[in-house]
């Protein structure tokens, strides 16, 4: 297949191309992009093998971002993604759109939407124009898709623009969400309203997104490669909805211990599934009643056996009153939604994250 993107090929216009993984540009949300520089959730060359899915998954950029300062008075992006939008109750530009915050961390602004074609893997879009206004520094945050991979991604600048290094992070610290198609961001209509990302913006800290649609069931191999994630702020594990109350039971523990193993200090919440609008029938509710009791069990039995960096969070409570009204489908966010779960769980992460004193 010809080189789509090839960025010789496209210097000769009034744009100068980019590629955001080299210098000044920062690529935030993927643990292993210093090793294998790839816009991957997961290790290339695992320890372990990982579950299928886990490592198909894994090449959507869901958390992603590239940060950066330009006084550039035109902003293009161009890419290749991996795939199509074709998830029927998720907007295409949630899937495989691209959007773009102004402002150093904590004091972002959304400004605008990469919109994809429909059926097109590979597009063009103009973010901004500001060539009619005065000349001034930006921070740039881009949010990379949810649930697409990204083959090729260049930026376009005009040709004598400054491009700088962003403002760094208080810290080297990340935090970590573990979990489900809720966590991996469906069905947020863009990319920033995922809830990892909503939360990303309130912290002045990397948030790595390891949310498998349908695949987080708490696997040992799973477990393995994560706890390999260098400088973790905290971990929260949240994959109750996505396995039986046998398997979470059996596997609960058991993935706790093996991140313990190697980072026996750092703050893990367990988290409780959001609420289900099947809930209202008895026997789905007893279902989730007992992973909820089972999340708070663990919690309670590794803290009697001296594990005081452990808290459990009842997502069941997130969303508040009329918490259906936050969903799509009964389960997964709208941006109301996951607005909600940001706020909910925004007061939890400081404690967590000044109990250690990364903020």
């Known amino acids: 297949m010809e080189h789509v993107l090839n960025i010789q090929e496209q210097q000769a216009g009034s744009i100068e191309w980019h590629d955001p993984k080299n210098y000044p540009f920062q690529v935030s949300g993927f643990a292993w992009f210093d090793q294998e520089k790839e816009y991957r959730r997961m290790p290339s060359r695992p320890k372990t093998e990982l579950p299928l899915c886990v490592n198909e998954l894994a090449n959507c950029t869901s958390g992603g971002q590239i ?20 998830i029927g109750h998720m907007a295409a530009t949630g899937q495989s759109g691209f959007d773009i915050y102004i402002g150093e961390p904590g004091k972002q602004h959304y400004l605008a939407t990469a919109i994809p074609p429909i059926h097109e893997k590979t597009y063009e879009a103009s973010i901004w124009d500001f060539t009619n206004t005065s000349s001034q520094l930006r921070e740039v945050t881009i949010n990379l898709p949810l649930y697409q991979g990204v083959e090729e991604l260049l930026i376009g600048i005009d040709p004598d623009a400054i491009i700088e290094e962003p ?4 810290s080297k610290k990340r935090v970590l969400f573990y ?3 809720i966590t991996q961001g469906g069905s947020a209509s863009r990319p920033g309203m995922s809830y990892t990302n909503i939360l990303s913006r309130r912290f002045q800290l990397e948030f790595i997104n390891l949310g498998f649609s349908g695949s987080g069931k708490g696997e040992r191999e799973v477990a393995i490669a994560i706890r390999d994630i260098e400088n973790p702020a905290c971990l929260v594990i949240d994959y109750e909805a996505n396995v039986t109350p046998e398997e979470y039971e059996t596997t609960l523990v058991s993935f706790i211990e093996i991140y313990r193993e190697q980072h026996p200090f750092v703050p893990i919440m367990v ?9 209202i029938l008895p026997e789905r509710n007893l279902e989730t009643m007992r992973r ?18 452990i808290g459990f969070v009842d997502g069941s409570k997130l969303l508040g009153m009329r918490w259906h009204e936050g969903t799509v489908d009964g389960v997964h966010p709208n941006d109301y939604g996951f607005m909600k779960m940001a706020n909910g769980l925004e007061a939890p992460l400081w404690s967590t994250l000044k109990s250690v004193g990364v903020v």
């Open 67 to 86: 940060r950066f300062k330009t006084d550039s008075g035109r902003l293009v992006i161009k890419t290749r993604l991996s795939g199509v939008a074709d």
């Open 167 to 170: 403002t760094p992070y208080i």
């Open 179 to 181: 979990g489900t198609s």
């Open 271 to 279: 988290m409780s599934q959001i609420p289900h609008a099947m809930d």
């Open 292 to 309: 909820r009791n089972h999340s708070k069990k663990v919690v309670e039995l590794f803290k009697q056996n001296g594990d005081t960096r």
